[in-house]
């Protein structure tokens, strides 16, 4: 069994990444030109990594199985980014996001990497600044900020509800100006299928031309994945259809460790499912939780009407609402961390207080908001005495311009208005903190393979804050890897281009040509969806918001039987040399499908509650904490970090032990 | 609800192509329109028959990937959504429903509804970014103020999605209003107005280069932008491209 050595830098925490930085080995500008790097994936971590690494000399290969690297899933994030700026004089500081970060992911990450991150937060403000992000400003000019949950500051910049979008075109702005220099070779409507792992160090990739169907080999002297995450094994999350793991399970298979897969982020504030065609699930900006407030009935009775479609929700008057968050944890309120908002309205929809008709929503009302910010505007505009239609008049176009996007996307899809009716949401998949574990430098267990943003596992412990991942995301590709990569590459300056005819990449490549031929000469009568569909469902019921020893075990042998029929029993409809999307899913469902059991092992594994890991066994029994998460220290304050041996129910276990010098474990609560 | 889809089947770039009739019933008006065709895939499947390809990713509007012409409309009824935020709830029992891809020689098709954009890229690649490379120690985000109007303005035009409707929609096949709205983002900050002329005019060369048309002001592409972009971007684009034109060196 290796050892596992994060090689965090000695010295004092807030001088480890500075010193760090000054005593890795770099390599000199005329050797980075006979250097290749290839990027798989042009998200807020791929691209930002594509670009600054081209900008540095390097010669980069980047990858993305969408059209375009400008659509990338970060694009869909909504609410911000979070940066220790203090330009509110609230009492932010660079220590108070790294202590905000470690709590909110309780106790689970690593302090040197958190550090780290919130350091560089403040340049990934003032970098897309320069390149022409446009973040929401106030009448004098300079930039706003909002609050997210799990924190007491404003430290969330913004761009509306866009965030994502806006920072992600920034990125992919500066890896086009390189793309048109020529300094990166951008491959899209390629799907990385295997990495090729040369004399034990990662030496190019194996990729799927999808609009030819031709497999390909690419090689370069450092591979970095950043593929995202992988929420998708839950077959309905909020992630974009396409967002899959194959990228990182691959990885995973030729010998990158996977760190804490059971650790999985439902967001609270999701749009409910609405019936079995559903192919994905939309998030409702945690921003939100700013001036929306959470309720559902205090009765039963009122409830039932509800569902039943006898009263509204605004028939329920003000005493007879359970406002159950500002009630459970008076100190956060609305703004509790997403884990404990989920857990919540499970809770109250578990026993029977849901408000739609399959009694798994609750009520996000901004009605107090509106006529909050109507009053204020009333007073800006000098209107003397106004009318409750005014204020409300005014209030909406306030509620409209901080979130008028969403409320549309609201109305879009349940197809009634917010501004009216307050809005229902229910939790649902958004994020996986869990992912390739890699050391201080991004690297992985494999030499030469980095990981970066959701892919790897290091920066959110348990549980991610929002406003969180677009700032990892960053500041992996941005700020972290363009230092550490020197440090592994300096001894590539004299190997010369990466051989593809080498038999590493025959062989690799065999094997993903082999697999195609299985998908689409078996001759099966079920399409890929129709696994999926099942695999997440097991997922859900089994390792979602709540997990129990008996229900985990189960769904070790659920997915091993779904597995093994999916191989016997799926039907791939085309040719492997044509655009087959049917095929794409096929692979992807493949690597879901293994995973997945993996995450249960994890899950069954860690005999304790902690973040998005909720395990009913360890739960407060009494006490003022009762029901809240009970972690155990002594036990599990480790990073689990698995192998692969070979079989999907035989991963090895390693453990990272993390080590809290500067934050004093406690009881993370937020009443 | 039953519908009778009449949808563009064209196996690569260079077979000609043509409508299939495809009955679907059951069908929900909660589910969205790419929900639908998700159902009608799986049918496909299951029968043995090539499903229809088409390009779709976040189904939520933001991506940009979804691209379909519906009863002649780029993105379908409705006004500033993408098809994958259309609902079935627009349409009634019965209808009929003609779906195709973009349709633009700038744009050729992949296979039945999915199109190659990568036009747009190239065009991007020509100019459309500040010339600003990665830095920790750059000048601090409060340092230049930016009036708010603005920030929002700039903001309104980095809405865009890159999705192509603009194109898709205009009778002459022109881009102006996806170039139209990187220069405008990218000419109201301080940070881009360096290079705002040689940005201008890169652009719009390699948007001719492609092959896109040329703009008429029919107007049909703003009415069309899912993200609700405005005309006043391609006024400010003519603008900025007669302003670096006349004092081109």
Redesign the interface.
Known sequence: MSTLDSKIPPGPIDKKWTDHKGHIRIVAPANKRRIDIIVVGTGLAGG?AA??LA?MGYNVKAFCF??????A?S??AQGGINAA?N?QNDGDSTYRLFYDTVKGGDYRAREANVYRLAE?SA?I????????V??????????DNRSFGGVQVSRTFY??G?T???LL?GA???L??Q??KGAVE?F?RHEMLDVVIVDGKARGIIARNL?TGEIERHGAHAVLLCTGGYGNVFFLSTN???SNVTAAWKAHKRGAYFGNPCYTQIHPTCIPV??T????L??MSESLRNDGRIWVPKSLEDAQAIRDGKKKGSDIAEGDRDYYLERRYPAFGNLVPRDVASRAAKERCDAGFGVNKTGEAVYLDFSAAIERYGKLEANVKKIENASKEKIIELGRAVVSEKYGNLF??YE??V?ENPYDHAMKIYPAVHYTMGGLWVDYNLQTTVPGLFALGECNFSDHGANRLGASALMQGLADG??VI?YTVGDYLADDIRTGPIDTKRPEFDAAEKEQKDRINHFLNNKG???V??FHRRLGKVMWDKCGMARNEQGLKEAIQEIRQIREEFYRDV?V??KAN??N??LEKAGRVADFLELGELMCIDALNRNESCGGHFREEFAETDGPQQGEAKRDDANYAYVAAWEWTGDAGKAQLHKEALEFNEVKLTQRSYK | MKLNLKIWRQKGPNDKGKIVDYPVSDVSEDMSFLEMLDVLNDDLVRKGEDPIAFDHDCREGICGSCSLFINGEAHGPGKGITTCQLHMRRFKDGDTIHVEPWRSAAFPVIRDLAVSRAAFDRIQAAGGFVSVNTSGNLVDGNAVPIPKDDADKAFDAATCIGCGACVATCPNGSAMLFTAAKVSQLSLFPQGKPERKRRALAMVEQMDKEGFGNCSNTGACEIECPKNISLEHIARLNREYLAATVTKE
């Open positions: 930002a670009a600054s900008e969408q059209d375009s690297a400008r659509r899933h694009i869909a700026k330009y560089v340049n403000i003032d970098q897309c600044v320069a390149q022409g446009p973040f929401a400003r106030d009448y004098g000019g300079l930039l761009a509306r866009q994502g979008q806006q075109l992919y702005s500066a086009m100006r793309v048109g951008m899209d609009i974009a259809m396409g609405s019936g065609h559903q192919s994905k939309t998030l549309d996307m879009n899809i197809g941005y700020f363009p009568t079920k399409p969806d129709d039907r409809p085309g044509e655009f999307q049917e």
